[in-house]
């Protein structure tokens, strides 16, 4: 007797963190992000100047 399964897969996840090595510690991308979210507010607050 043969029979036939039909499996539907809705969504599968090659990036399971349980396998990924993290590279870089919290710490070392906040001050590597760091001089970017100072630039950010500094032309957020030039743009606050100009706007009327």
Not at 15 to 41: D, H, Q, S, W
């Amino acid at each position: 007797m043969e029979r036939i399964f039909v499996i539907d897969v809705l969504s599968y996840d090659w990036n399971c963190p349980k396998f990924i090595t993290p590279r870089f510690t919290a710490a070392e991308v906040e001050a590597t992000v760091a001089p970017l979210k100072m630039r950010i507010a500094e032309l957020e607050s030039q743009l606050k100047l100009l706007t009327p």
